[in-house]
């Protein structure tokens, strides 16, 4: 299988700071409530007139910056969210236009909740290698705007998510070891957010019954990521999974009989941020150095739908 090397990572959250303390006035809750359920401590909620095309075009310019080349040389953008600001044009071509891509470049959205991300990464890669888009680039961005289907009575969802994004540029590569499984169950009842259709607008999560899907669907991910590459945990440096709870995280580390030390968490400043979080925790983790050259990273998402998928990345 051809490979990806990602050549630049960025990150972009909106200026509002929502402490658990904030939400604790807002809603029956409390900060030790939700750092001991969830691992959250904080989150970034959209101010007033701040969109999610603007996110997803900060985290975007960021990318690009960091892998040092410009915005003519991207041949494909790929945008993964469930809360595009239209359901038309696509989060994706908003960030075509704000970044002046080339006409040549296709630009189109993935919704696959919060396992979006990992499929728009597929995504970018398989048409890449398909030929069928000009530019040896392609810009990959996870973004949302969550706060604004929030239902902020509700303590068992307002507390878990945040606005935010992440983006990579990416490439082909034979040098880069990549691998990639996807799943889906389609079950709307345990996780899922009205549409067009729907008179029920806001986020609706059977808490409990999403916490057994993850911890029985990451660990298997986990497993065929490393199956399909023939490798074992001892041959992976760092597993990001969705930053939805750290509970899951933790519970995930049991299940694999892996080191804490190799499980990256960033809830506890971002919360759930859906299709963005892998993709926030990667270019956290290329800020600290922790992502040099040789580097082996499974990532893993999972959300609604059901869906789930995981990758081998190596950098």
């Given at each position: 299988?051809t490979?990806i090397?990602i050549?630049?990572?960025?990150?972009c959250?909106p200026g509002?700071?929502?402490t658990?303390?904030d939400?604790?006035?807002?809603?029956?809750t409390?900060d030790e409530?939700?750092r001991?359920?969830?691992?959250?401590?904080?989150?970034?909620?959209?101010?007033?007139?701040e969109?999610?095309?603007?996110?997803?075009?900060?985290a975007?310019?960021a990318?690009l910056k960091?892998a040092?080349?410009?915005?003519?040389?991207i041949?494909l953008?790929?945008a993964?969210t469930?809360?595009?600001?239209?359901?038309?044009?696509?989060?994706?071509?908003?960030v075509h236009?704000?970044?002046?891509?080339?006409e040549?470049?296709?630009?189109?959205?993935?919704?696959a909740?919060?396992?979006?991300?990992i499929?728009?990464?597929?995504?970018?890669?398989s048409l890449l290698a398909?030929g069928?888009v000009t530019?040896e680039?392609a810009?990959?961005?996870g973004?949302?705007s969550?706060s604004?289907?929030?239902d902020?009575?509700d303590?068992?969802t307002c507390?878990?998510?945040?606005d935010g994004?992440?983006?990579?540029?990416?490439?082909l590569s034979?040098?880069h070891?990549?691998?990639?499984?996807?799943?889906?169950?389609g079950?709307?009842?345990?996780?899922?957010?009205?549409g067009?259709?729907?008179e029920?607008h806001?986020?609706?999560?059977e808490?409990k019954?999403?916490?057994r899907?993850?911890?029985e669907?990451?660990?298997?991910?986990?497993m065929q990521?490393?199956d399909s590459?023939?490798?074992?945990?001892?041959?992976?440096?760092?597993?990001v999974?969705?930053?939805?709870?750290?509970?899951?995280?933790?519970?995930?580390?049991?299940k694999?009989n892996?080191?804490a030390e190799?499980?990256y968490?960033n809830m506890?400043?971002?919360?759930?941020?859906?299709a963005?979080?892998?993709a926030?925790?990667l270019?956290?983790?290329n800020?600290?150095?922790?992502?040099?050259p040789?580097?082996?990273?499974v990532?893993?998402?999972f959300?609604?739908?059901l869906t789930?998928?995981?990758?081998?990345l190596t950098?």
């Amino acid at each position: 299988m051809t490979g990806i090397e990602i050549v630049g990572t960025g990150r972009c959250v909106p200026g509002r700071l929502v402490t658990n303390d904030d939400l604790s006035r807002l809603v029956d809750t409390s900060d030790e409530w939700i750092r001991t359920r969830t691992g959250i401590a904080q989150r970034y909620f959209c101010a007033e007139g701040e969109t999610n095309a603007q996110l997803a075009a900060g985290a975007a310019r960021a990318a690009l910056k960091r892998a040092g080349i410009s915005a003519e040389q991207i041949g494909l953008c790929v945008a993964a969210t469930f809360t595009a600001d239209h359901a038309m044009p696509s989060l994706a071509c908003e960030v075509h236009g704000a970044l002046s891509l080339p006409e040549s470049a296709p630009a189109f959205d993935v919704n696959a909740a919060c396992t979006g991300f990992i499929t728009a990464l597929e995504t970018a890669r398989s048409l890449l290698a398909g030929g069928s888009v000009t530019g040896e680039y392609a810009l990959v961005i996870g973004s949302e705007s969550i706060s604004r289907v929030l239902d902020m009575t509700d303590r068992n969802t307002c507390v878990l998510f945040g606005d935010g994004a992440g983006a990579a540029v990416i490439r082909l590569s034979d040098k880069h070891d990549y691998r990639c499984v996807m799943g889906a169950r389609g079950d709307a009842s345990l996780l899922h957010a009205g549409g067009a259709a729907s008179e029920e607008h806001f986020v609706h999560m059977e808490g409990k019954a999403v916490f057994r899907f993850a911890s029985e669907t990451v660990p298997k991910c986990v497993m065929q990521v490393l199956d399909s590459a023939k490798m074992t945990m001892d041959d992976i440096d760092y597993v990001v999974c969705h930053q939805a709870n750290g509970r899951i995280i933790d519970h995930v580390m049991k299940k694999l009989n892996a080191p804490a030390e190799k499980f990256y968490k960033n809830m506890q400043t971002y919360a759930n941020t859906s299709a963005a979080s892998i993709a926030i925790a990667l270019d956290e983790m290329n800020e600290k150095g922790l992502l040099c050259p040789g580097t082996r990273v499974v990532c893993v998402g999972f959300g609604a739908g059901l869906t789930w998928g995981g990758t081998l990345l190596t950098f």
